[in-house]
């Protein structure tokens, strides 16, 4: 349930850094609940060449829908296909110091463990004098994947990294069967990059997304990609 009007009014706006999967539902959930935190919009990158949100390869028109689910502006960042380090934080800190002009002075971030990444995220929001916010940072994944099955949330596997788990994962419904099936070497949130997801169903959207699977394909020699529409 989200926190009332009275505690939203004096808590501190900040962006969430939205890919469209399941750790990002879950700290927008979190942010609504929360009395220090108020979600104001949602940050993405979109990959220019596909029109696809980087790495979870999922349409921007999908993207749109689940800003619109969920009740919050969209900011969407474009970065070139295969662009170096340099050419992303060029065009994110564009967007940061754009957030910054109204006001905002936080990005929240839904990453669970991974220390480097942490450190990473800080460092560049410190650059355009701002701090990022892990509001699921510590939480055990296994406990966080099964409560976002029991909440009522409903994801789609868009991504796999071959390299880590079978491709024929890809496409698969992100539930109970999927998490026993997985190799037990996997994080079962894929906070390692195993897979990607998308959410199509939450308590924190106002409807279910629409769509349909397509089939699969392997890019890069690695990465296996169900297109959804």
């Given at each position: 349930m989200a926190v009332g009007e009275e505690s939203r009014r004096h808590s501190e706006p900040v962006l969430l850094a939205w890919s469209g999967g399941k750790d990002s539902a879950l700290t927008l959930a979190k942010l609504q609940r929360s009395t220090r935190w108020r979600a104001v919009g949602l940050l993405t990158t979109v990959t220019e060449e596909y029109d696809r949100i980087s790495m979870h390869g999922v349409r921007t028109s999908l993207l749109r829908a689940q800003a619109t689910?969920?009740?919050?502006?969209?900011?969407i960042v474009r970065i070139p296909s295969g662009?170096?380090?340099?050419s992303y934080a060029d065009r994110m800190r564009a967007a940061l110091l754009n957030a910054r002009s109204q006001g905002i002075r936080s990005v929240a971030f839904g990453d669970l463990f991974l220390q480097d990444v942490r450190d990473y995220r800080e460092k560049m929001l410190a650059q355009v004098g701002m701090k990022a916010?892990?509001?699921?940072?510590g939480e055990a994944t296994d406990a966080l994947a099964e409560k976002f099955i029991a909440s009522g949330y409903r994801a789609v596997v868009t991504c796999v990294d071959t390299l880590?788990?079978?491709g024929d994962f890809a496409g698969r419904e992100y539930d109970l069967e999927f998490l026993r099936d997985l190799p037990?070497?996997?994080d079962p949130c894929g906070e390692r990059g195993e897979f990607h997801s998308f959410v199509h169903a939450a308590p924190c959207f106002t409807d279910s997304i629409a769509f349909t699977r397509g089939g699969t394909v392997l890019r890069d020699d690695r990465f296996m990609y169900c297109d959804l529409a």
């Open positions: 689910a969920a009740g919050l502006p969209l900011t662009s170096d380090n340099e916010v892990f509001p699921l940072w880590q788990i079978p037990p070497q996997a």
